[in-house]
């Protein structure tokens, strides 16, 4: 089955690391992967574009089906090897609502950090204004408040969508990593620093870990003073 599938991606994504732990947590490793650089718009070549006309990682392809969008393709698996492995979306409808909620708004979570971390990136140099930085900071202190009122709501050593890993749990945790990865004071979101360091010793996301990162365990400071 693995043998039968292809994944592009680039180290230290939070799409593409998401597809690699739901790759895991199904029991499919072994799988075909090429890893490949943003910086040198190796995601842009041919091979890729061929498969994913948007240019974009993850591409991911199992046999002659193509399932480019992170979500979708995490979705895909859970659904074609719903009994292999670690069930991610159960089967009550409740618990599903729940996951499927927190699984979209972590686009809400993802996008608000990267307008952080990444604003020199993102933000061409003659439109980069200190009043814009502060809002984006702002913005994501707002977003991060609302993720600390969920963990607190559900309990201490919950998941993101109660007492077992799921979906939910594949899809964010990449972007949750990224905040002490960036210097993100411990206080200012408590909570969510218990459920990472709670579920950073998974073997799926340890397995999957970007390398750089173990290379350069060294914290960045893009986030050390929001």
């Known amino acids: 089955?693995?043998?039968?599938?292809m994944l592009y991606w680039c180290i230290g994504s939070p799409p593409c690391w998401r597809v690699m732990?739901?790759?895991?947590?199904?029991?499919?490793?072994?799988?075909?992967n090429k890893q490949l650089s943003f910086e040198k718009e190796e995601h842009k070549t041919k091979e890729v574009t061929d498969?994913?006309?948007?240019?974009?990682?993850?591409?991911?392809?199992?046999?002659?089906?193509?399932?480019?969008?992170?979500?979708?393709?995490?979705m895909y698996l859970e659904s074609?090897?719903?009994?292999?492995?670690?069930?991610?979306?159960?089967?009550?409808?409740?618990?599903q609502a729940l996951?499927?909620?927190?699984?979209?708004?972590?686009?809400?979570?993802?996008?608000?950090?990267?307008?952080?971390?990444?604003?020199?990136?993102?933000?061409?140099?003659g439109e980069r204004h200190e009043s814009a930085l502060k809002r984006n900071k702002e913005n994501l202190i707002a977003e991060l408040k609302l993720w600390e009122s969920y963990l607190e709501k559900m309990g201490k050593g919950s998941y993101l969508a109660g007492k077992n890993f799921s979906m939910v749990d594949v899809v964010c945790f990449p972007v949750i990593a990224f905040f002490p990865r960036y210097g993100c004071p411990k206080e200012r979101c408590p909570r969510l620093m218990e459920y990472y360091d709670m579920v950073k010793d998974r073997p799926?996301?340890?397995?999957?870990?970007?390398?750089?990162w173990l290379e350069k365990p060294e914290k960045q400071l893009a986030l050390?003073?929001?």
């Open 21 to 32: 732990i739901a790759l895991e947590e199904k029991n499919l490793q072994g799988y075909n």
């Open 204 to 212: 799926s996301i340890k397995a999957s870990w970007p390398a750089e």
């Open 224 to 226: 050390k003073n929001l």
């Open 51 to 74: 498969l994913n006309p948007r240019a974009q990682l993850p591409t991911f392809k199992h046999g002659n089906l193509i399932v480019n969008e992170s979500f979708a393709a995490c």
């Open 99 to 125: 996951i499927y909620q927190r699984m979209f708004e972590t686009n809400n979570l993802q996008q608000k950090m990267y307008e952080v971390v990444f604003y020199e990136w993102l933000t061409p140099e």
């Open 1 to 5: 089955m693995a043998k039968d599938m």
């Open 80 to 95: 074609a090897f719903k009994s292999q492995g670690t069930r991610l979306i159960p089967d009550n409808p409740t618990e």
